[in-house]
């Protein structure tokens, strides 16, 4: 069975090999870890972590998680790649990443093949700065909203479907005007400084994100969904060292806040 073919730039790989190289990717990345759990045993306190973070969780406890972790493995190499929870979750299964702390609606699955831990869940709202035409509202429905500008992720994620979906069967207009951004800067300047709306979930206290103190918020009947805070890694290999340490530093800052949790 043939996996490449050489054309005029070189080799290219065959259906078959399209096929196989998803498989071929985890094996080269078990065995860089395996290279590294090796060196972990010459050198108990330093070795690598790559963690996948959803931007709402990378401001709110992966950086804390991180320092804490620090603390007792000083020399320990921590990446943090920021994305969705679909590709976080899609590349922590291609063996790219070690732990993914993120923050996925109801409708997203978690793979088998990964082990996970539910944080908090909250509700879905809608947030917009105050002094928005709607402010004041408890609840808004989704045909008063969609003539406003909607803030949505820039990568592939659920929620933006969800809501073209919703408009769909109700038969109510898309909304005309999409910002598409994955910058909490971004998100910050538009929501205080436009009439921009953006679907998201509440943070538990004392969590907090800077525009959320500038922000009103209102249910969307239409929309009600479920807000999580995920912490998925890989059932196989076993987590190593730095996975576990990084495990246990996110969850004791949650429940240092939230004791009965």
Do not use: K
């Amino acid at each position: 069975m043939r996996l490449f073919e050489r054309g005029r730039l070189g080799l290219v790989p065959t259906p078959s090999g399209e096929r196989l190289l998803p498989h071929a990717t985890l094996a080269c990345a078990a065995t860089a870890r395996a290279r590294d759990e090796l060196r972990e045993f010459a050198s108990a306190e330093g070795h690598r972590l790559l963690v996948g973070v959803g931007w709402f969780t990378s401001q709110v406890l992966a950086a804390a998680a991180v320092e804490e972790l620090l603390t007792t493995q000083p020399r320990c190499d921590v990446t943090l790649v920021e994305g969705t929870s679909e590709e976080l979750h899609l590349r922590l299964l291609r063996g790219e990443l070690d732990v993914v702390l993120s923050t996925p609606s109801d409708e997203f699955a978690t793979a088998p093949e990964l082990e996970s831990e539910i944080l908090w869940e909250s509700r879905d709202r809608a947030y917009a700065r105050r002094g928005h035409p709607l402010a004041g509202r408890a609840s808004v429905p989704l045909a008063d909203l969609v003539a406003f500008p909607w803030i949505t992720s820039a990568g592939p994620e659920s929620r933006t479907p969800r809501l073209f979906r919703v408009c769909d069967e109700l038969s109510i207009p898309r909304p005309a005007h999409l910002l598409r951004t994955d910058s909490v800067y971004g998100i910050d300047r538009l929501l205080r400084r436009t009439d921009a709306v953006m679907l998201g979930g509440a943070l538990p206290p004392p969590f907090t994100l800077p525009f959320m103190d500038e922000c009103v918020t209102f249910d969307v009947p239409e929309l009600a969904a479920t807000y999580r805070s995920l912490i998925a890694w890989r059932r196989s290999p076993p987590p190593g060292p730095a996975v576990r340490r990084f495990v246990a530093a996110t969850r004791n800052l949650f429940l240092s806040a939230h004791p009965a949790a």
